[in-house]
């Protein structure tokens, strides 16, 4: 009773039974794929979830120390303390290698499925008008994630991280004129430095995840203002929408994908050895591990480097190094380019009205195409990014294997858009359209012995189709 006067004295005041109704009756669309933006969103629930946790643990210090912990093949070696803090955590914390593991995993699966996510916002023209914002915030989310990820990556100061440090001070040195100051505020001073730990941890632990929570928040906010987009299917147009609504069919739905990413998360961290800092050693400035390979989404930049042939520009009494090419002007035209995509094809095609339907890919020959090829563009730079152990696994020179990328680098993009064309046409032209109507339709035997179906089927599906079944 009391429960319910508390109720209704709050609704009288602000509505919210109203509110409630409404908001618990939005419906979201069915298909598995609208799934992959939750995916990335749990993952990054449970990398604040395990990262808060190490922070208890961690001592973000550059600081020389001697290691005289539990691991003994490292006692007596000079360290930072920001090592000797990840070892104690893989061996002394409790639960300290599960929660390491399953931070790093996350950290991975999240920047998947956000690829994965604006993939599929790409190839079904979700980020046509009035969706443009979202993409443009979808991308920013996408380069956040893997600025975190390596800020995080680096933390441990380990020779492998220390590596890949020493890769992104040379990137941040070639960019001509502000180079230098750019690369002494980030680090500190000149590569190595003792402050270059610390400054990673604010980066990693308060500054890009706060961009990230806020980003996140505008595009679920967004996303939630606007109508969901649907595959097209008979019954559905730009005015309406199909699925289930918030409560309690997607709720329960959505909950479910959070512990299901959750456990998928948790037995990869107990079960899948990733990282083991431990067998690298301390960062030591002089030395160089062999087969030095970033994580995935870090790969397709380091094979831009690998690949780049030895050019660099000179003029007016300026250099432009080697590693700008590859390391900053290719991705800021990639980027720039994804950026104004929405914009470049709305102003191509001369479509610029609202759109709530979405594409097949097979429909938009020209853009699949050029997906595709771009696909390919950075699986050729990613494999590239692991030349050295390809060359090494196979047996092949390396220098020949480098050569082998870089036409590949060229030719295959080309080949995979045009193949991927030639599909899309041939495609579009036959009289398969799954995405128009439902997979089945239900067969009803008659008290005559006769067979008949639900409906029109060439109404529901848009073809002609055969039905057959025996008694």
Known sequence: MITRRIARWIDDRFGAARFAQTVLGKVFPDHWSFMLGEVALYSFVMLVLTGTYLTFFFSASGRQVVYHGSYAPLRGQHMSAAYASVIDISFKVRAGMVMRQMHHWAALVFIAAIVVHLCRVFFTGAFRRPREINWIIGLTLLLLAMANGFTGYSLPDDQLSGTGLRIMFSILL??????????????????????????????????????????????????????????????????????????????????????????????????????????????????????????????????ALRLMPPWEVRAFNHTIPNPFF????????????????????????????????????????????????????????????GNDVLANTFHLSLYAMTIVLRIALVIAPPVVAFIAYRLCRELAKGPVKPLQGPVGYTVRRTEEGAYETDGDHEELAGDEADVSASP
């Open 174 to 303: 070639s960019i001509p004129i502000l180079g230098t100051w750019i690369a002494f505020l980030f680090f500190g001073g000149n590569f190595p430095t003792q402050e270059i730990v610390g400054r990673l941890f604010v980066f990693h632990v308060m500054l890009v995840p706060g961009l990230l929570i806020g980003l996140l928040g505008a595009h679920l906010a967004i996303l939630w203002h606007q109508k969901h987009t649907q595959f097209p299917r008979a019954g559905r147009t730009e005015r309406n929408i199909e699925g289930s609504k918030l409560w309690p069919v997607y709720a329960l739905r959505s909950i479910a994908l959070f512990f299901l990413v959750a456990a998928v998360l948790a037995a990869l961290g107990g079960l899948v050895q990733i990282n083991p800092v431990w067998l690298y050693g301390p960062f030591r400035p002089a030395s160089v591990s062999a087969a030095s390979q970033p994580d995935w989404y870090i790969g397709w930049l380091e094979g």
């Open 326 to 385: 590859p390391g900053v002007l290719m991705p800021g035209i990639v980027f720039t380019l994804l950026y104004l995509w929405p914009f470049l094809e709305a102003r191509v095609t001369k479509d610029r009205e609202p759109h709530n339907l979405l594409d097949r890919p097979r429909d938009r020959a020209i853009r699949t195409a050029i997906g595709a090829g771009g696909l390919m563009f950075f699986l050729v730079l990613f494999l590239a990014g």
